[in-house]
C-alpha cells in the first residue's frame, strides 16, 4: 500500500512539472525569437559605425558598436543553448524579456549617449565633452541601472535552468 502511494505521488509531481516546463514547440519559439534578435542586434551593431562621424561622442559610437555586437552574440548563445535550460513559462517569459529589453535599451542608450554627448554614464568615453542636458543624463543613467539588473537576473535564472536535475530511471 505504501509503495503505490509514494508510485502515484511521484507520477503526480512529474506530470505537474511537466506541465509547467516548456514544451518542445515554446522551447522552438522561444529559440527563434532569441536567434532573431541575436541577429538583428548584431546587425545593428555592423551599422552603427558607420554614423560615427556624425555623433557628437564619437568614442560613445564605438562602444555602442561593441555592445550590440556582444548583445546579439549573448542573445545567439541563450537562443542556442535554450534546449538545456530547464525553465518553467513563466521564468521562460521572464527571461525572454528581461534579455529583450535590457538588449535594446541599453544598445539605443549608448547611441543616444553617443548621439547627444552624455557624460554622467559615460565617464570613460565622455572623457573631455561638456555634460549634456541633466534630465536625458538622469534618464539614461536610471535606464542603464535597470537594465544592467535585468541581465542580472536573467543570468540567473539561465544558471538555475542549467543545474543538473536528478531524474529517476525507470
Known amino acids: 500500500m505504501k509503495v503505490e502511494t509514494v508510485e502515484i505521488l511521484n507520477e503526480f509531481d ?81 527571461t525572454f524579456w528581461f534579455l529583450l529589453l535590457s538588449s535594446y535599451v541599453g544598445l539605443g542608450s549608448q547611441v543616444l549617449g553617443a548621439a547627444i554627448g552624455l557624460t554622467k554614464t559615460l565617464l570613460i568615453t565622455a572623457k573631455g565633452f561638456p555634460q549634456g542636458p541633466l534630465w536625458i543624463e538622469t534618464s539614461v543613467e536610471i535606464a542603464v541601472k535597470v537594465i544592467t539588473s535585468f541581465v542580472f537576473l536573467a543570468c540567473i535564472i539561465i544558471l538555475f535552468g542549467l543545474r543538473r536535475v536528478k531524474v529517476e530511471q525507470r
Not at 50 to 67: C, K, M
Open 14 to 94: 512529474s506530470q505537474q512539472i511537466s506541465k509547467t516546463l516548456l514544451n518542445q514547440y515554446e522551447i522552438e519559439e522561444y529559440r527563434r525569437s532569441f536567434l532573431w534578435h541575436g541577429f538583428f542586434l548584431f546587425f545593428l551593431g555592423c551599422i552603427i559605425p558607420l554614423f560615427i562621424p556624425l555623433y557628437t561622442n564619437p568614442r560613445a559610437g564605438l562602444a555602442a558598436h561593441t555592445i550590440g555586437l556582444s548583445l546579439g552574440t549573448f542573445l545567439i548563445c541563450v537562443g542556442l543553448a535554450l534546449p538545456y535550460i530547464q525553465l518553467s513559462k513563466l521564468l521562460a517569459k521572464l
